[in-house]
């Protein structure tokens, strides 16, 4: 069963950074491209940033230059580190692979609070 455990959220003020984490299990983590998501009140689930298994990477374009995404193969580990948050950056943030199957479910998020 695959497991996904997100962490690193909090309340950070505006400008501030916070590292997020999401320790993946139940899967050869190192075959997949593993994504980041996140889901504001009252909105959609959307999709923030890809690193496949070479290493590349991609972002939704309002978010380039912010926040930077990266894997660690040894420890199933995905990273988002983000910088010069936003209030706008308010949400619950989740990691799956990308595409996410269809069958998976998601964890349980981890919260993050950007206060202006």
């Known amino acids: 069963q695959v497991q996904l455990v997100e962490s690193g959220g909090g309340l950070v003020q505006s400008g501030g950074s916070l590292r997020l984490s999401c320790v993946v299990s139940g899967i050869i983590f190192s075959v997949y491209p593993m994504a980041w998501y996140r889901q504001a009140p009252g909105k959609q689930r959307e999709w923030v940033a890809t690193?496949?298994?070479?290493?590349?990477?991609n972002y939704e374009d309002s978010l380039k230059g912010r926040f930077t995404i990266s894997r660690d193969n040894a420890k199933n580990t995905v990273y988002l580190q983000m910088n010069s948050l936003k209030p706008e950056d308010t949400a619950v943030y989740y990691c799956n692979q990308d595409p996410p199957p269809k069958t998976r479910s998601w964890g349980q998020g981890t919260q993050v609070t950007v206060s202006s």
């Open positions: 690193i496949y298994t070479s290493g590349r990477t």
